[in-house]
């Protein structure tokens, strides 16, 4: 879908002569208020039920959309650069929902990937993209890569992300970052070409902590092409966007090409509870649509007090927000499952099985992922734990937010005690013989137990 110049300007516009709002006055005042007033209007505090951390209430997850849809034309998106809200009326929200495609397609020839709209239960297998953009040295990153994109469940690559340029620092907003952008998209060139997947779809840029990553990656001469690949642009918490996303958004639109919004909120922060996290989530994801005319994303939870979303709490707000923005909406969704344990750990696994399941039953259109140790330690991620997730993610298609929450019910006792304690696991080097791109026994051996253990559990992984 091209990238309309007129809401794009309109966008730009707001920017700068929308409603005057501090960012202190944002955080403390306008979010916390106006979700809480919105909660009690619609009669949705204190609805999270850990005990069914898929939610099971479908009609709560339609109510928790309606109001979502107020409080998006009520507050709008902050941007940071001019302190100015961008503001819609309810029509114009509604109109942008229904601009946005219902299917579209990235990479091309045998590897192309074609994202549709999912409902809930859909058989219609999810898209994996992976890995999330965990940083890695450069050492690492073309057996990294090349192994990923082996794995046959990988629809798209995203990340890793580099550490260093030619063994220079990266620093954001630089001219290193300008030429992070161009060196990732030539490495990841010639990781999927020893890999036998050159037409596999790039989201970009990994490595792109500000704009200029985009800047120097996207739409140049041998960097990531505009009509195969798409452009991430990720908003601030809570519901805020700032010049450098809307240089990416400008930039898709020079290059012809797509864009990806993303953001997320945080329980425990300034949106609230699971249920002030999971109604600012639907928000924002309206919003994401709107501003930057996005084909793909949504807004996510994650729990503040271990910063992931593969706890009960977490875990229901996470369903009831792709509940909602399925069941209402035509978008293609795509989440982000924030694992907290290590590479070569049992937990990981479980996270996975746990929150794939989840993802696959409530209609996301895609994953991004994994995010193993939550994304804290370099060269924390391995071809092993991409190959897992993208098995649930791909088996449980078709499964109903009923069996869906057997299989959290049943697994979750396995590792939620963990939950703000997770084993850091083992890097890519310490547990896979990287020449051989072949994961060491211990590591292979965690994978068949709890593969046994989801296969146990009701996922039909045979």
């Known amino acids: 879908m091209a990238i309309n110049r007129e809401k794009l300007l309109t966008v730009l516009d707001r920017a700068h002569k929308g409603p005057i709002c501090k960012q202190f006055d944002w955080d403390t005042r306008v979010i916390p208020r106006s979700i809480a007033t919105k909660l009690k209007e619609y009669g949705l505090q204190k609805r999270c039920d850990p005990a069914n951390p898929v939610n099971q209430d479908l009609e709560l997850a339609d109510r928790f959309f309606q109001a979502a849809l107020d409080l998006a034309a009520e507050v709008g998106m902050l941007c940071l650069d001019t302190q100015r809200v961008i503001k819609f009326s309810r029509e114009e929200l509604l109109a942008g929902l229904e601009a946005a495609p219902a299917e579209f397609t990235l990479g091309d020839g045998k590897q192309a990937a074609m994202f549709r709209h999912r409902g809930l239960a859909d058989p219609t297998p999810p898209i994996w993209v992976s890995p999330l953009s965990i940083a890695v040295s450069e050492d690492v990153f073309l057996p990294l890569v090349e192994g990923i994109a082996a794995v046959p469940e990988v629809d798209c690559l995203e990340g890793p992300s580099l550490q260093t340029v030619w063994g220079a620092d990266l620093r954001a907003g630089s001219p290193y970052e300008l030429l992070a952008g161009k060196l990732q998209a030539d490495l990841f060139y010639e990781a999927i070409r020893r890999a036998g997947r050159t037409g596999i779809g790039l989201y970009a840029v990994g490595t792109s902590p500000t704009h200029y990553g985009v800047l120097g990656g996207y739409g140049i001469p041998g960097g990531y092409r505009p009509a195969h690949d798409i452009v991430l642009v990720l908003s601030q918490v809570e519901i805020k966007t700032s010049y450098e ?78 509940e909602a923005l399925s069941r209402n909406t035509h978008l293609c969704l795509n989440s982000v499952l924030n694992q907290t344990a290590g590479p070569a750990t049992e937990m990981l696994l479980y996270e996975s099985a746990v929150g794939m399941t989840a993802l696959a039953a409530c209609g996301t259109t895609s994953c991004t992922g994994p995010r193993s140790a939550g994304g804290k330690y370099s060269n924390h991620i391995t071809p092993l734990e991409v190959r897992f997730a993208g098995e649930v993610f791909k088996k449980a298609a078709g499964m109903t ?12 006792p396995k590792y939620e005690a963990l939950l703000g304690q997770a084993p850091k696991g083992q890097s890519f080097a310490e547990c896979y013989d990287v020449a051989a791109l072949k994961p060491s026994a211990e590591w292979q051996g965690m994978y068949d137990k709890v593969k046994g253990e989801a296969v146990k559990a009701g996922l039909p992984l045979v």
């Open 245 to 322: 996303n809307l240089f990416k958004v400008a930039q898709a639109y020079n290059c012809g090409g797509m864009t990806y919004g993303g953001s997320w909120s945080m329980i425990g922060g300034y949106a609230g509870g699971p249920e002030g996290s999971a109604l600012s989530c639907i928000a924002c994801t309206i919003l994401l649509y709107n501003v930057y005319q996005c084909v793909n994303g949504a807004s996510f939870p994650y729990d503040l007090h271990y910063m992931g979303n593969c706890g009960r709490s977490a875990l229901w707000s996470l369903s009831l927000v792709f």
């Open 401 to 412: 937010i009923g069996q869906a929450n057997d299989v959290a019910n049943c697994l979750l």
